[in-house]
């Protein structure tokens, strides 16, 4: 006499009932599948394709519950409380699949009129090989200068990879802080220091590793003159967002 307990779907036994069955407890199985159907599915109200589809939200909700809301193309999930939807990502244009942020270790004093490696760097492991990088850089800046030779003193920062080549696509040479002499003379040293924020777009195409991969991303810098000053960098933060477009 075949006929199993069963609460769920999973609970189901697909070899029963057997052909030696009573033709009787037909009916019995068939309450069963039908108790088991609904119980599984408590709000199946419309045809399921795996998830709601509708530009009208489901009458009947429950926690977890994922709705594509055709009207703004967008897939929502219920909250815990199931009493609000949750935006889980748009379902075309842009979508945003992994996020990185590292805080940086304040790095010494740096003196080189050729760029070198800044200290500062983010890696990111990317989860599609199609998809696109933004990184962030957020930092603080000291920087000083005894104007020797020159009246202006800049320093300059570039996107690299790991080798310190600049990532293609990304701008070359960027001031990220600039210090004037006014007139005090040769020998007199100013100090500077300033916030410096920057988003730079790194395309799949020029990604250190264009697949699915470890991606590294250093900030080199170099100054005007390196026996003028020098710079450092205290305080900085670097984020990477990887979007898929």
Same mark, same amino acid.
């Given at each position: 006499?075949?006929?199993?307990?069963?609460?769920?779907?999973?609970?189901?036994?697909?070899?029963?009932?057997?052909?030696?069955?009573?033709?009787?407890?037909?009916?019995?199985?068939?309450?069963?599948?039908?108790?088991?159907?609904?119980?599984?599915?408590?709000?199946?109200?419309?045809?399921?394709?795996?998830?709601?589809?509708?530009?009208?939200?489901?009458?009947?909700?429950?926690?977890?519950?994922?709705?594509?809301?055709?009207?703004?193309?967008?897939?929502?999930?219920?909250?815990?409380?199931?009493?609000?939807?949750?935006?889980?990502?748009?379902?075309?244009? &842009? $979508? !945003?699949? #992994?996020? *990185?942020?590292?805080?940086?270790?304040?790095? %010494? /004093?740096?003196?080189?009129?050729?760029? =070198?490696?800044?200290?500062?760097?983010?890696?990111?492991?990317?989860?599609?090989?199609?998809?696109?990088?933004?990184?962030?850089?957020?930092?603080?800046?000291?920087?000083?200068?005894?104007?020797?030779?020159?009246?202006?003193?800049?320093?300059?920062?570039?996107?690299?990879?790991?080798?310190?080549?600049?990532?293609?696509?990304?701008?070359?040479?960027?001031?990220?802080?600039?210090?004037?002499?006014?007139?005090?003379?040769?020998?007199?040293?100013?100090?500077?220091?300033?916030?410096? &924020? $920057? !988003?730079? #777009?790194? *395309?799949?195409?020029?990604?250190?590793?264009? %697949? /699915?991969?470890?991606?590294?991303?250093? =900030?080199?810098?170099?100054?005007?003159?390196?026996?003028?000053?020098?710079?450092?960098?205290?305080?900085?933060?670097?984020?990477?967002?990887?979007?898929?477009?």
């Amino acid at each position: 006499m075949g006929l199993e307990s069963a609460t769920y779907i999973s609970g189901l036994v697909d070899t029963n009932p057997a052909g030696s069955d009573d033709i009787s407890q037909g009916d019995d199985h068939l309450k069963l599948i039908k108790s088991v159907l609904k119980t599984t599915l408590p709000n199946a109200n419309a045809v399921i394709n795996g998830i709601h589809s509708s530009a009208v939200a489901p009458s009947s909700t429950s926690v977890g519950q994922i709705w594509f809301d055709e009207g703004n193309n967008l897939i929502k999930i219920r909250n815990e409380a199931d009493d609000a939807w949750i935006i889980l990502l748009a379902s075309e244009g &842009s $979508r !945003l699949l #992994k996020t *990185t942020h590292t805080l940086q270790s304040a790095t %010494s /004093s740096l003196r080189s009129a050729t760029y =070198i490696d800044s200290g500062l760097s983010i890696t990111h492991v990317k989860l599609s090989s199609t998809s696109n990088l933004y990184i962030q850089l957020d930092m603080f800046q000291s920087l000083w200068s005894n104007f020797s030779s020159n009246s202006t003193f800049y320093n300059y920062i570039q996107l690299t990879n790991s080798s310190g080549t600049i990532i293609t696509g990304t701008t070359a040479n960027i001031v990220s802080q600039i210090i004037e002499d006014v007139g005090q003379g040769t020998g007199v040293t100013w100090d500077s220091g300033c916030g410096y &924020s $920057r !988003l730079f #777009k790194v *395309t799949a195409a020029n990604c250190p590793d264009g %697949s /699915s991969g470890s991606n590294t991303f250093k =900030i080199y810098t170099k100054l005007t003159d390196a026996g003028e000053g020098g710079t450092s960098f205290p305080n900085s933060t670097m984020m990477c967002w990887e979007v898929e477009e």
